[in-house]
């Protein structure tokens, strides 16, 4: 029997926030089942002249690989119309990042946690 993964999750929002935020958390429950969450916190935009970032920490559990769940996370943040033409820090309607990966951090499969 293969053990459940825990997967750390930072959600961002500045663009129709409160919707992105909660649409993303219905998201993650709809494809890994239970999530926990913190509360839902207020960060100025980094990088670049914005609106204000609504941000939360999300925390899953998975039996998918990390390049599994980024895909699973970055098909949400797709469909709630995340546009990655723009530069790096712009607007966004949403952001999901892997924090951590099981006792994972930093990097991780090639991939940057």
């Not at 996370?73 to 607007?91: A, Q, V, Y």
Request: glycine letters at 8%; zero cysteines.
């Amino acid at each position: 029997m293969t053990s459940l993964i825990q997967v750390t999750l930072s959600l961002g929002s500045n663009i129709d926030r409160f919707k992105h935020i909660n649409a993303a958390l219905t998201a993650l429950e709809n494809e890994f089942g239970e999530v926990i969450s913190s509360p839902i916190y207020e960060s100025e935009a980094v990088g670049f002249d914005g609106s204000a970032f609504l941000n939360s920490i999300a925390i899953i559990y998975t039996q998918k690989s990390l390049t599994n769940v980024i895909s699973v996370l970055k098909n949400i943040e797709d469909r709630h119309g995340r546009d990655r033409t723009g530069p790096k820090f712009s607007p966004r309607t949403l952001d999901i990042d892997v924090v951590t990966y099981g006792g994972f951090h930093g990097n991780h499969e090639g991939i940057e946690l």
